[in-house]
């Protein structure tokens, strides 16, 4: 399916066969991911009286979930969403359940929970990158592509600021333990919906059908990896950096959301620019850029003298948030022959990741014996030296997928 003659615009995204279906099903999926985390911690900390079990419950559950991510989409690549994807997320969505129940009353055993909450992270269905994925296999026309991953790509912003507030709506009514079961559900119902649409099935059929061979320049997923892995790093300091500082200025901790709700709202604005603008600059000259936009904007933000210009500063450092993550998205997908997209599409996803909990680490460890000022410029520095590190790259052409791969039939 072709979009080459198509207005490139938002509409006309959603205007691809099955496109609003599918990616509805989807977000319906992902949201799961924008409230589990907390429902898992807070469910935790209520079954155990323990924040230490909760953190480190927590810790386990996304380290099992983030590692293993290439492997799981590359068995997304091999078998096709709907044999790989329904697999997970049932025994995904089985899991949460498990871990709903057990966690429902204070007395849970902190193992048990444990060994039941690193089984759930290990199956957590890749649902961003296989949509991505077939975003590839959808649209043809560049500029097209460049709009629907950064539809995509806000969508998954909105997903993470909605989640908490689904949380919070929950707990009013119910025990935390409540919102693990809405998070199984939702994964569960926006899977199903998901590999049911055609797009999904018709994108497992080619994928299934085609061996490809590699002629593009070896080491394209470098870049969009390493820029990714240094915007994690940088994003995963500021929560905590954004925490101390309302407790240097003596703000409630309440404070803190409407910070990072600003970083957010700075992302998803950034981000539909990004896909409203016909870049003139190749996405792998504009990649660094963008990172070291956020370098200095987060730099700045330690000077702040306020917590309305730290709100002010972090929505600036947000604009390049989004569009540096699409463009590693686009960078990725042109990098890999379509039957490979969910697996490149999944290494950027994992550097983020793992990048924002190093990042976090890190910090934890300069807090206290550092400005803060000094400690933004260093969180900043991350995403700077990943631009610097993937400069060279730039000097040779983006390789799309149609001249990376050749297909054998």
Do not use: K
Request: proline share 5%.
């Amino acid at each position: 399916m072709s979009a080459s003659s198509t207005r490139p615009s938002y509409a006309a995204v959603l205007r691809m066969p099955y496109a609003r279906r599918t990616f509805t099903a989807a977000v319906v999926g992902r949201l799961s991911y924008g409230m589990v985390s907390l429902a898992v911690m807070m469910a935790v900390s209520r079954a155990t009286g323990s924040y230490a079990v909760a953190g480190t419950v927590m810790a386990l559950f996304g380290a099992a979930s983030v590692f293993l991510t290439p492997l799981r989409a590359a068995l997304v690549d091999r078998h096709g969403p709907r044999r790989a994807l329904l697999p997970m997320a049932a025994l995904y969505a089985g899991l949460l359940g498990v871990l709903a129940a057990v966690s429902w009353r204070p007395g849970a055993s902190p193992a048990l929970l444990t060994v039941v909450a690193v089984a759930a992270g290990a199956c957590t269905p890749p649902l961003g990158a296989t949509m991505r994925a077939v975003w590839g296999e959808l649209i043809a026309d560049r500029r097209l592509l460049q709009r629907a991953y950064s539809l995509d790509g806000v969508a998954e912003e909105l997903t993470f600021v909605t989640g908490p507030l689904l949380m919070g709506v929950v707990v009013r009514f119910a025990p935390p333990a409540a919102g693990v079961a809405v998070s199984a559900a939702l994964v569960g119902a926006g899977t199903l919906g998901f590999v049911m649409s055609p797009a999904v099935r018709g994108v497992a059929v080619r994928a299934s059908r085609r061996r490809l061979r590699m002629r593009g320049r070896r080491g394209g997923l470098l870049q969009p990896v390493a820029v990714a892995g240094g915007v994690g790093l940088a994003l995963g300091a500021v929560e905590l950096l954004v925490l101390a500082f309302a407790g240097q200025r003596h703000h409630g901790d309440d404070t803190v959301a409407w910070v990072l709700a600003a970083l957010s709202a700075g992302s998803a604005v950034g981000g539909l620019l990004n896909g409203a603008v016909n870049w003139r600059v190749s996405a792998r000259v504009r990649l660094p850029l963008l990172a070291v936009g956020l370098a200095l904007a987060l730099g700045a933000a330690g000077w702040a003298p306020g917590l309305v210009t730290l709100s002010a500063a972090m929505a600036v450092a947000g604009l390049f948030v989004a569009p540096a993550l699409i463009t590693s998205y686009l960078l990725a997908d042109e990098a890999a022959p379509p039957g490979f997209r969910t697996q490149a599409g999944a290494w950027v996803n994992t550097a983020v990741n793992a990048g924002s909990s190093a990042g976090a680490a890190g910090v934890g460890l300069l807090v206290g014996r550092l400005p803060l000022a000094v400690c933004f410029a260093v969180s900043g520095a991350a995403a700077l030296v990943a631009a610097l590190a993937s400069w060279r790259g730039t000097a040779s052409p983006a390789v799309h997928t149609g001249e990376a791969a050749e297909v054998v039939r």
